[in-house]
T-cell receptor, first 113, second 114 residues
Framework: QQQVKQSPQSLIVQKGGISIINCAYE??????FPWYQQFPGKGPALLIA?????SEKKEGRFTISFNKSAKQFSLHIMDSQPGDSATYFC????????????FGTGTQLKVEL | NAGVTQTPKFQVLKTGQSMTLQCAQD?????MSWYRQDPGMGLRLIHY???????DQGEVPNGYNVSRSTTEDFPLRLLSAAPSQTSVYFC?????????????FGDGTRLSIL
């Protein structure tokens, strides 16, 4: 049972465009929602994270939008660059669950020139 | 500062063989965990540890054993390798067991079971 559903599976964006990746969750106990970025041959690395008490968090060109009532959150990459080409994973943790991450299935992003 | 180091980077095994995947961190992190990554399935938690001497099961623990005798090391043992265990394995660590702590991942071990 996939508790965090992620879409699309793959995405192609032109340089300078906006990349949008969506995630939906089922467990309303989740209270921390990170996004991880993974380059080929490397491990995932934390990109940005949000807690459900805010609706948006921005760090440079990366923004998380969070909709608690819809149980959805999304990653927006503004002014996408070829160097952003990677696989992106959304994830979630819940109180009392330690730091166990429940991951989405990943989105492979390619930014074309 | 090496972060999280995993060895080996690649391994091919025959069905029924056993092996140990090594993971070491030099950040004095309390929390360590093992994930497997399969196409179309994201990363799934195998086992985790909240400190030396304390381990627990994750989502997909069958066929794997762990132990944590020191803060730094968290090896993953495959008892009798099966083709279904062909995957990329990632070790991760974080400062504490508290939810919301950034997790630091190693670069993975790519394991093929023939």
């Amino acid at each position: 049972q996939q508790q965090v559903k992620q879409s699309p599976q793959s995405l192609i964006v032109q340089k300078g465009g906006i990349s949008i990746i969506n995630c939906a969750y089922e467990n309303t106990a989740f209270d921390y929602f990170p996004w991880y970025q993974q380059f080929p041959g490397k491990g995932p690395a934390l990109l940005i994270a949000i807690r459900p008490d805010v609706s948006e968090k921005k760090e440079g060109r990366f923004t998380i939008s969070f909709n608690k009532s819809a149980k959805q959150f999304s990653l927006h990459i503004m002014d996408s660059q070829p160097g952003d080409s990677a696989t992106y994973f959304c994830a979630a943790t819940y109180p009392g669950g330690g730091n166990k991450l429940t991951f989405g299935t990943g989105t492979q992003l390619k930014v074309e020139l | 500062n090496a972060g999280v180091t995993q060895t080996p980077k690649f391994q091919v095994l025959k069905t029924g063989q056993s092996m140990t995947l090594q993971c070491a961190q030099d950040m004095n992190h309390e929390y360590m965990s093992w994930y497997r990554q399969d196409p179309g399935m994201g990363l799934r938690l195998i086992h985790y540890s909240v400190g030396a001497g304390i381990t627990d099961q994750g989502e997909v623990p069958n066929g794997y054993n762990v132990s944590r005798s020191t803060t730094e090391d968290f090896p993953l043992r495959l008892l009798s390798a099966a083709p279904s265990q062909t995957s990329v394995y990632f070790c991760a660590s974080s400062y504490s067991r508290s939810g919301g702590q950034p997790q630091h991942f190693g670069d993975g071990t790519r394991l093929s079971i023939l």
